[in-house]
């Protein structure tokens, strides 16, 4: 069973930066991506990390500002945000899921997340 934990999350001010990692017991798994979630609302696929080229994706509001990447010696998934913006303030969680083989923002198609991590964007 993976496990998946997020760290990273804070307080930053519009503009600002910061990495969120999310490291597993292991990860095996061709597909890891993150997501975002705001109150009342669902969760939102931010980037995906397939990892049989390294092809990454991008939801369009973050393209150009987010980075995803791994480190697989430490079986680990980073997301560097970079010129956040108050509209990226939400929960973030990483999932992936042994049955993906192409990149996936349907939710509904991961089955091990993390318990997330807070992200607040406020000056």
């Known amino acids: 069973q993976v496990q998946l934990v997020e760290s990273g999350g804070g307080l930053v001010q519009p503009g600002g930066s910061l990495r969120l990692s999310c490291t597993a017991t292991s990860l095996p798994y061709y597909v890891i991506a993150w997501f975002r979630q705001v109150p009342g609302q669902g969760r939102e696929g931010v980037s995906v990390i397939v990892t049989s080229d390294d092809s990454t994706y991008y939801t369009d509001s973050v393209k150009g500002r987010f980075t995803i990447s791994r480190d697989n010696a430490k079986n680990t998934v980073y997301l560097q945000m970079n010129k956040l913006r108050p509209e990226d303030a939400a929960v973030y969680y990483c999932?992936?899921?042994?049955?993906?083989?192409?990149?996936?923002?349907?939710?509904?198609?991961?089955?091990?997340w993390g318990p997330g991590t807070q992200v607040t964007v406020s000056s």
């Open positions: 999932a992936t899921d042994p049955r993906l083989r192409y990149a996936s923002f349907d939710p509904s198609g991961y089955h091990h």
